[in-house]
C-alpha cells in the first residue's frame, strides 16, 4: 500500500466548473497535509496547507480533510485554463516527520 | 527573503561516472529534503535532514547516494556511479521545522545519465 494516493488522471473540466482532487493516505495518526500544484517542467509550489478536519478555504481553493476516512481533497472553484497542472497530495506521518507526496493528479481545464 | 538556491540546473554524465548537486535552502530553515523526481511520476523522498541529522534515508540507495547536511545549513547530494535509471530531477526543498510547516521547492537539478 503507498503511503499517499492519488489518482492519476487526467482529469479534464471545462472552465468555469469545480474541479475536485482527491487523496488518502495510510498513516492514521498523520498531522499535516499539502496541496502543491506543478507546473510542468518547474518545481511544486504550495497552494494550501491543513491541519484540522473540516474544510479551509482560500480563494478559489478549498481543501477538505476527514481524518477518520484517511481522505484529503482540493476544490478549485471557477477552474482557468491557467489552474491546467500536476497537484501533489504530501503528508507529514505522525511517528517519522517524513513528507511524503503521492504521485500526482494531472488536471486539464477546457477552455 | 530569498528561496532555496540549487545548483547545477542541468547536467548531463555518462553512466558509471559521479555527479554532485548542491543545496542552500532557506534562512534559517532547520529541515532540508532530499527529491527524486522522474518524469511523470511524483517526488519521492531520498533524504530528510533536521539540522544536521538524518531524519529518514530509507529510500536512499546508500550503495550510490550519499548526502551531507554540514553545520546544518547547506547540503549536498553525490551519486557514484550513476545509472541510466538515475536520469530524473532532483529537487531540494527546506522548512522551518519539519512537523507541520510547509516544504518550498528549489527549481531543481535535470540530470540526464547516458
Known amino acids: 500500500q503507498k503511503e499517499v494516493e492519488q489518482n492519476s488522471g487526467p482529469l479534464s473540466v471545462p472552465e468555469g466548473a469545480i474541479a475536485s482532487l482527491n487523496c488518502t493516505y495510510s498513516?492514521?495518526?498523520?498531522?499535516?497535509f499539502f496541496w502543491y500544484r506543478q507546473y510542468s517542467g518547474k518545481s511544486p509550489e504550495l497552494i494550501m496547507f491543513i491541519y484540522s478536519n473540516g474544510d479551509k478555504e482560500d480563494g478559489r481553493f478549498t481543501a477538505q480533510l476527514n481524518k477518520a476516512s484517511q481522505y484529503v481533497s482540493l476544490l478549485i472553484r471557477d477552474s482557468q485554463p491557467s489552474d491546467s497542472a500536476t497537484y501533489l497530495c504530501a503528508v507529514i506521518g505522525d511517528s517519522s516527520y517524513k513528507l511524503i507526496f503521492g504521485s500526482g493528479t494531472r488536471l486539464l481545464v477546457r477552455p | 527573503e530569498a528561496g532555496v538556491a540549487q545548483s547545477p540546473r542541468y547536467k548531463i554524465i555518462e553512466k558509471r561516472q559521479s555527479v554532485a548537486f548542491w543545496c542552500n535552502p532557506i534562512?534559517?530553515?532547520?529541515?532540508l529534503y532530499w527529491y527524486q523526481q522522474i518524469l511523470g511520476q511524483g517526488p519521492k523522498l531520498l533524504i530528510q535532514?533536521?539540522?544536521?541529522?538524518?531524519?529518514?534515508d530509507s529510500q536512499l540507495p546508500k550503495d550510490r547516494f550519499s548526502a551531507e547536511r554540514l553545520k546544518g545549513v547547506d547540503s549536498t547530494l553525490k551519486i557514484q556511479p550513476a545509472k541510466l535509471e538515475d536520469s530524473a530531477v532532483y529537487l531540494c526543498?527546506?522548512?522551518?521545522?519539519?512537523?507541520?510547516?510547509?516544504?518550498?521547492f528549489g527549481q531543481g537539478t535535470r540530470l540526464t545519465v547516458v
Open positions: 534562512s534559517g530553515h532547520a529541515t
Open positions: 526543498a527546506s522548512s522551518l521545522a519539519g512537523w507541520g510547516t510547509e516544504a518550498f
Open positions: 498513516d492514521r495518526g498523520s498531522q499535516s
Open positions: 535532514f533536521q539540522n544536521n541529522g538524518v531524519v529518514d
